[in-house]
């Protein structure tokens, strides 16, 4: 049965209006799959989507300075290409990619895990999903990915702190701090607090920031070591003013 103008109108109308699935579709105007799918194919008609639900922040919170600070941390950032063939449609749609953005956060401890997803679903009203492994939480968004970049996430020798961070509310700065020390730094027996990291120029920020609040120094003083690495240091006699004023999820006080 051939395809007349009338039957493309409608057929337009139920996916584009009425949002209906293709199966249903087939079923009121009593065509297959396979021939809905064929005529849909040329028309270029987007695909059905769900409401959108993210939104994206107008100042910096707390919650969205963790957020930046565990991408910079133990997270990254998300750029792929995957093929776009899917459901119905994947027969007609064969050798078609589309990217992909978001950012990814890694951890093994419970608590930093579940701060990540809560402020997330807080910041963006996106659900994080698990991939790969429970350590393991994305959020897939091209918006999210942006503002990430926009505010200085990025590899692991080229992150910043952007200024809406910078000069940030001191909660969210503490919020920031507190946030990046609890996935790179390691706590010593000796009492210091020490920060590894290959950009120097992301850590001279942050000891910029943390001096506001507890005295801190980079060794070496000037220039990366031989592995091309620096480190932050907190000494041992300001690690309890780091802990009650910085704090620590994963070195309580």
Known sequence: MRWTLE?????????????????????VLGR??????TVLTPFGILRQRSPHKLRLPTQMTPALARIHAHVCGDGHLIYTREKDDYG????????????R??????????????????????????????????WVVVV?????????????????????IGSEVVQAPLEAQLAWLRAFFDDEAHFDPHGRIRVRSVSRAGLEQTARMLRRFVPCHLTPTAGLYPDHSCYLVVNKQFRERFLRMVGSLKCPA
């Open 101 to 134: 953005y978001g950012i990814a956060y890694t951890n093994k401890n419970p608590a930093l895990i579940k701060e990540f997803t809560c402020d997330a679903q807080q910041v963006f009203g996106l659900q994080p999903r698990y991939e790969a492994s429970k």
């Open 32 to 37: 297959s799959t396979a021939s809905i799918n």
């Open 7 to 27: 039957d493309k109108a409608r057929l337009r109308q139920l996916y584009l209006e009425a949002r209906l699935p293709i199966a249903e579709i087939a079923r």
């Open 140 to 160: 897939k968004s091209k918006a999210v990915w942006e503002l990430m970049r926009h505010l200085g996430a990025g590899r692991s020798r080229e992150w910043s």
């Open 88 to 99: 119905y449609l994947k027969p007609y749609r064969q050798g078609y990619y589309r990217k």
